[in-house]
């Protein structure tokens, strides 16, 4: 992609200030994706609660319910993206927070198909539908947000947390299914325990809306563009259409390896330890997937560190190459595995990996847009790629019983993230570096 000529670049926040950009757009960003993650976490747990328990294909049909929030996310990258853009970042991001966590609370106090038939499922479908709307907006505000929050030189740096908070998120929703795990057994997480995890999430979520209120900094509220100049879907279809069909590219690949890596292969290596040690061999697998999850939030910042040093382009083109050559193995490897250490060592190797794209792919998606279309831009590309290969992820694993479909699937779709890579060109200077109006 092209990067914008070099221009003046914005003026130098204080440490303080940077610290509360950080927590102003991490802490929100955090509890959202505890809350979508609960779902994907504790969806083989809840399933017989929403559909016929001696249905053999209620895993299916519950990832495909997972699958519908990905679908939706296009939508929400439109509303929010324009309200980002035209009212202030930090105010999408407090609403699209807010959804997700209503969204979340409706569950947790959901009834189940037992008590009211096939109304649960319906139940199901509609807030999957809400949190999909919540966390489609919630990306492009809080990838804006961070990005516009560094200057020069540590951009990286800053957005690089929200890849580690969208972790953080994976990190809450393990450790709650492990705490529920000691203190009960399947049964139990799959009776209540579940409801005890969105309760959770969503009290979570309007807690961090709470506390960070008064977290302001000088690019959470101000609009991005003067209001005779707000984004629209025809200004970006016909003047940025580039920069949006390069953003598709980059998400497609990245986003499936991101939900293969983080929810089917885990699940893979809890089921298939299950199976063949019963509960013990299942809580072990799960603690060593949780401190996995804690070495990935930690590699973020160090990724997004090092982009600032050499560039985005060279970690990317990195993850799109190894992805090419070992997804395969990855998952492949991830049904026939039950030692803990040999878990912990595949995550972590297949982890390092993905911060590849996960620390820098934010950063890179907001250098190449204007800033008075920046949120809609990055949303609305992230969100139909995501949407389409992202959230599908789980569903095509499963309903393809994780065989050679799938394999070459994946593999294709890395290859796709890697030419959009190698296709990045440009110096230090981006859209960001250009004073907004």
Not at 55 to 77: E, N, Q
Not at 111 to 120: H, K, M, N
Not at 155 to 181: K, P
Request: aromatic share 10%; proline share 5%.
């Amino acid at each position: 992609m092209h990067s914008t000529p070099a221009v003046a670049p914005d003026p130098h926040l204080d440490r303080r200030s940077r610290a509360r950009a950080i927590l102003a757009g991490s802490v929100p960003n955090l509890a959202q994706w505890f809350n979508l993650y609960v779902y994907a976490i504790f969806a083989p747990y809840f399933r017989t609660e929403f559909f016929d328990a001696q249905s053999p294909d209620s895993l299916i049909y519950v990832y495909a319910l997972f699958a519908v929030t990905f679908v939706v996310r296009p939508v929400g990258s439109w509303l929010f993206g324009k309200l980002a853009d035209t009212r202030g970042r930090m105010a999408a991001l407090v609403a699209a927070v807010a959804l997700m966590s209503a969204g979340s609370l409706a569950l947790a106090v959901a009834p189940t198909e037992r008590a009211i038939g096939g109304w649960a499922a319906v139940i199901l479908v509609v807030v999957s539908i809400v949190q999909g709307i919540a966390a489609g907006g919630e990306y492009a505000a809080a990838t804006v947000l961070l990005s516009e929050s560094g200057t020069r030189g540590h951009r990286g740096f800053f957005a690089s947390f929200q890849g580690a908070t969208i972790v953080g998120g994976l990190v809450l929703a393990q450790g709650s299914l492990l705490v529920l795990l000691l203190v009960g057994d399947r049964a139990s997480v799959s009776e209540w325990g579940w409801r005890a995890a969105f309760v959770v999430g969503g009290l979570a979520g309007l807690a961090s809306l709470w506390w960070a209120r008064g977290l302001r900094h000088p690019g959470s509220t101000a609009r991005a563009a003067t209001p005779t100049a707000p984004s629209t879907m025809a200004e970006l279809l016909h003047s940025h259409w580039r920069p949006l069909v390069w953003v598709m590219l980059l998400t497609a690949g990245g986003s499936a390896a991101f939900y293969t890596a983080t929810v089917t292969v885990p699940s893979l290596f809890r089921e298939t330890a299950f199976a063949a040690g019963g509960a013990p061999a299942e809580l072990a697998v799960t603690g060593v997937v949780l401190v996995a999850f804690v070495v990935l939030m930690l590699l973020q910042p160090l990724g997004g560190a090092l982009s600032d040093r050499i560039g985005r382009k060279p970690l990317l083109v990195a993850f799109g190459a190894t992805g090419v050559l070992g997804a395969a193995v990855l998952v492949s490897t991830a049904a026939r595995v039950t030692a803990p250490p040999v878990v912990f060592g595949i995550l972590v190797l297949s982890f390092a990996v993905l911060t590849c794209y996960l620390s820098v792919n934010g950063i890179a998606k907001a250098e190449v847009f204007p800033a008075h279309i920046r949120a809609l831009g990055v949303g609305l590309g992230y969100a139909v790629a995501n949407s389409l290969f992202g959230g599908t992820a789980p569903l095509i694993y499963h309903a393809t019983a994780g065989g050679v479909g799938f394999l070459v699937y994946l593999t294709v779709l890395l290859g796709v993230t890697l030419v959009a890579s190698l296709a990045m060109r440009g110096g230090a200077a981006t859209a960001l570096d250009a004073p907004r109006s």
